[in-house]
Structures are given as structure tokens and as C-alpha cells.
């Protein structure tokens, strides 16, 4: 498990983290979100060792992250970082071999990559020829090559296509069932909440909410409901104790607002008034909850 205890960093008299603690966990998605400026980056180039913290630690399997250590992690900049100029899968088996592979590993390794990433027939193409979403893919590739054992990602999806996107989950995904724990940021809210199993969202350079998706959905939730029957459900406006959200025929969205049982007092007078068809709690999406923690 990678785990960061109480990392804290500042520049000048800014501080940008301050007492960071979070887990990223074997086998597991970890979506690191936050606004710009919230110290995302900053937290991710402590964990590789590009800045050093003010204080805190990095931990690897329950030991402090050394140069060697990091050898076998990867990471992708939000920033592209390649060279323009170089052939695709040239530089990516170069990039293997300074990780510390055999030429014949790396060229293998470069080969199933880009394969997975469906631009083997733009191998002995030069990066510049790409258009910018095949060379955030590339970069995808530079990052796995080596078979890391940890996966740092800063915004992997930018400048992609949904299918793009669909091709790099596929991949990522493959590499978290292999027991790999990832760690990754992303603006698109959408994808985080397919991707993620585990989420931490900062802002101002402090942790505002942490912990496994569906718990945060849990914990962030109101007391909203979604009912729906085979007539009209416009009566729901004169219940007692309820707000209704949104109303069309016999679908009713509504949020509890006095009373400890009146999800239960509702559902007993729907089924009064025939057939229900669905009757379930609404779980907030996550674009909800980063606003409200934020």
C-alpha cells in the first residue's frame, strides 16, 4: 500500500499542503480530485521524489519511498513530455530500457502496449504527427511500459475522445486487477466516477472528504427518493413531511423533510393507491458531492 502521512509543503509564505493523509490501496482506483490550484500536483510530485515535503512521509509497503523504489513506479505529467521529434515506439522501448529493462523486454513490452492502445500501425511514426489525443495515449504507454508496480496519473484523459477513453479504462483497469494500486487525477467527473473504486478530494491543500466511493455517495446523500407508480403521483405535493424535486406523471423525486418514517408513510400510501413500480433512495452523483465538499 502507498500511504501518505501528514505531508505538508510550502513555497514562499504559501502554504499549498497542509497535513495530507491518504491511502492509495493495492488493486484499487484512487481518484485524487480537486480545482486547480488545490495542490494535486504538488502531492503527486512528492510521492516520485520531485519535491521534497516540509514535512510528513511516503511509504511503500510500510517503508520510506527511495530512488530505487520509485524506479518501479509510474508516472504520467499533465504536462506531455515526450520528445516530439522521436518515433512512438522507439522512444517508449528507450524509455523502458531507463527503467531498467532488457532491450528485448522493452521492445515486447512497447509492442502489447501499443496494441492495447490501438496505435500499433503509428509505431514508427514521430510524436508530432499525432494528434493530441494519440499522444496523450502515448504517454499512457510511457508511463506502463516498465510494468510498474505503483501507477501516479496527472489527468490521463485529457484530450480524449469518449472512445479513447474507453481504450485507456480498459487498460488501467487491467493493471489495478492485477493488484496494482493507482493513483489519478482528472477534471471529468463523469469518468472519475465510472473509473474510481476509492476518492479523495482536496482543496486549499487540505483533505475535505476521503474514502471508498460508495460510501461517500452514502455519506453525502440526503434524504431523497425516487417513487414510481402506475397513475399519477401528483398527491405526493399535499403529503405531509415531503418537498417534491420533480414531478412527471406517475415519477416523483422528492426529499424527506420532517418526520423520521415518511419515506416509509409514503410508500404505504402509494401502495394504497395501486401499483408501485420503483421506490428507491437517490444517491447523490460525485460532481454533487465534490461541490458541496468543496
Not at 523504489?69 to 506531455?80: C, T
Request: charged share 25%; glycine share 10%.
Amino acid at each position: 500500500m502507498l500511504q501518505v502521512t501528514t505531508i505538508s509543503r510550502s513555497f514562499g509564505d504559501h502554504q499549498v499542503l497542509d497535513r495530507l493523509s491518504f491511502d492509495v490501496r493495492p488493486g484499487r482506483m484512487t481518484g485524487f480530485l480537486g480545482a486547480n490550484g488545490s495542490g494535486k500536483t504538488t502531492t503527486m510530485r512528492i510521492i516520485l521524489g520531485v519535491l521534497a515535503p516540509h514535512g510528513g512521509t511516503v511509504t511503500w509497503r510500510g517503508e520510506p519511498v527511495t530512488q530505487a523504489v520509485r524506479q518501479r513506479f509510474g508516472y504520467m505529467p499533465e504536462e506531455r513530455g515526450l520528445y516530439p521529434k522521436m518515433k512512438i515506439a522507439e522512444q517508449i522501448v528507450w524509455l523502458g530500457q531507463l527503467h531498467g529493462m532488457s532491450l528485448a523486454d522493452a521492445k515486447a513490452s512497447t509492442a502489447k502496449l501499443l496494441e492495447q492502445l490501438e496505435l500499433t500501425d503509428r509505431a514508427d511514426d514521430k510524436l508530432e504527427a499525432l494528434s493530441l489525443g494519440n499522444q496523450q495515449r502515448v504517454q499512457v504507454a510511457a508511463a506502463l511500459v516498465h510494468d510498474p508496480d505503483v501507477l501516479i496519473l496527472d489527468e490521463p484523459f485529457s484530450g480524449l475522445d469518449p472512445i479513447a477513453v474507453d481504450t485507456v479504462l480498459a487498460v488501467l483497469r487491467e493493471r489495478a486487477a492485477a493488484g496494482v494500486p493507482v493513483l489519478f487525477s482528472s477534471h471529468q467527473l463523469a469518468v472519475v466516477e465510472r473509473l474510481c473504486d476509492d476518492l479523495v478530494i482536496i482543496s486549499g491543500g487540505v483533505i475535505k472528504a476521503a474514502g471508498e466511493r460508495e460510501e461517500l455517495r452514502a455519506r453525502y446523500g440526503s434524504a431523497r427518493f425516487e417513487l414510481v407508480v402506475d397513475s399519477d403521483a401528483g398527491w405526493l405535493r399535499d403529503h405531509p413531511g415531503v418537498r417534491v424535486v420533480d414531478l412527471d406523471g406517475p415519477r416523483a423525486v422528492f426529499d424527506i423533510v420532517d418526520g423520521e418514517r415518511a419515506d416509509q408513510d409514503v410508500l404505504r400510501v402509494a401502495l394504497g393507491k395501486g401499483g408501485v413500480r420503483s421506490f428507491a433512495p437517490v444517491l447523490p452523483s460525485l460532481d454533487e458531492i465534490f461541490k458541496e465538499v468543496i
